[in-house]
């Protein structure tokens, strides 16, 4: 009897051994997220900006003795300044950036380049504070008031050890064992962080190898208020009185994201055709650059915003990226920055489709994704404060 005994409890173990844990996510994402009946998080959304700026100062500790000397982060001197009235260059073209990031019109990655999305974050701008779209002398005057210093020197916190892996594969299947998709060098870590890119930091940093950053020493980034991955957690988002009565404008042909008080108002124009004298657009929040879908995935039309999730896990199904058709042979891919939807989901009526963050954020605009709305990652993130589900989302 003892030996039948211990022959049972072991086929019992066996077979728990065998079944998969029970936190194991049941469904990863972007498909389908089910929506909760738990109560809203206690934990505020991240914040939308802080005003001064104060990036990561502090004196770094001093290298080992052994090591040879590294070289002060030294902020570049001053470029000239642009006319006043004309699309700014150098130091106030970051100025102009870092101006248009903060009020939520967002010009992508801050490189002290003017391009497309630069021009219409300005246009959005001029729209809300009625100004001619092409106007440059107000948005440039506001801009050289509200940053003055356009470079700070950031030293590079302790967290990046959390949330950099310079072993993380590229392949899918490895990718479904790893703890995180996390940032795979402290530059890439550094870059998102102050809303760049990896050769914006190595022109403020001449002399040192961005590529071999360490833990707390000290570089020049652009003078924005960073991005904390470290405060994001995998906490759902719920309607809200105000923010779910919103209305989301996707625009595919311009590849930019428009958010509204409520239904946008069509342009007023006189008898003879002419649009009359630009009056402030108070109703218009916010926009953004975007990548959209490839047209075949994304259709037009008006759906709802269903669901909200930071740090989403992600459904690898390449079947239904190649077609839009679901397979049986799909991964499940751990969340992180570098998840092909970066670091939140916002999933919409429309089965498949939201907008997300990005694994590339300088990619934003030039290269379609498989069906969604990608947004850069420091972009993405504040979409909680400004919609919630509930809110109207049209693609056009």
């Not at 701008?125 to 356009?150: C, I, K, L, M, Q």
């Not at 949330?163 to 060098?185: F, G, H, I, P």
């Not at 403020?204 to 208020?225: A, C, Q, T, W």
């Not at 919103?246 to 008898?271: C, H, M, S, W």
Request: aromatic share 8%.
């Amino acid at each position: 009897m003892r030996q039948f005994f211990l022959f049972f409890l072991s086929a019992i173990l066996l077979d728990a051994q065998s079944s998969p844990p029970e936190f194991q996510p049941l469904r990863a994402l972007p498909v389908e997220i089910m929506p909760t009946d738990d109560p809203p998080p206690a934990v505020a959304p991240y914040p939308l900006k802080a005003l001064p700026i104060t990036p990561e100062l502090k004196d770094p500790t001093p290298p080992e003795p052994s090591s040879p000397p590294e070289p002060a982060a030294v902020i570049p001197e001053p470029t000239a300044s642009s006319a006043i009235g004309e699309k700014p260059s150098g130091d106030d073209a970051a100025r102009l950036q870092i101006f248009l990031d903060e009020r939520l019109f967002g010009p992508g990655v801050i490189d002290s380049k003017i391009g497309l999305f630069s021009q219409l974050a300005v246009q959005a701008w001029n729209e809300v504070h009625g100004h001619p779209s092409d106007d440059w002398t107000a948005v440039n005057t506001a801009a050289r008031e509200a940053v003055p210093d356009p470079y700070a020197v950031a030293i590079i916190p302790e967290i990046a050890n959390e949330w950099v892996d310079t072993k993380l594969s590229q392949k899918r299947s490895e990718q479904a064992n790893a703890k995180r998709m996390s940032y795979r060098s402290v530059a890439e870590f550094m870059s998102e962080r102050y809303h760049t890119d990896i050769p914006t930091l190595v022109r403020l940093n001449p002399g040192r190898n961005i590529d071999h950053l360490k833990v707390k020493s000290s570089i020049v980034v652009p003078n924005v208020e960073p991005f904390l991955i470290e405060n994001l957690s995998d906490r759902a988002y719920h309607a809200l009185e105000g923010l779910s009565d919103r209305y989301v404008v996707v625009d595919t042909k311009i590849n930019q994201v428009r958010i509204f008080e409520g239904l946008p108002k069509p342009a007023i124009v006189d008898d003879a055709g002419t649009p009359e004298k630009p009056k402030p657009n108070t109703a218009l929040i916010a926009s953004f650059p975007i990548t959209p879908g490839k047209p075949e995935f994304v259709k037009l039309g008006t759906w709802q915003m269903k669901n909200m999730v930071e740090l989403p896990w992600w459904r690898y199904d390449q079947q239904f990226l190649d077609t839009g058709k679901r397979s049986e042979n799909a991964l499940n891919i751990p969340p992180g920055p570098n998840l092909p939807v970066g670091i939140i989901w916002c999933g919409t009526s429309r089965p498949g489709i939201g907008l997300h963050g990005t694994a590339e954020p300088e990619t934003i605009g030039r290269s379609r994704s498989a069906g969604c709305i990608r947004l850069c990652n420091w972009d993405a993130i504040r979409l909680p404060n400004l919609i919630r589900p509930g809110a109207t989302v049209e693609i056009r």
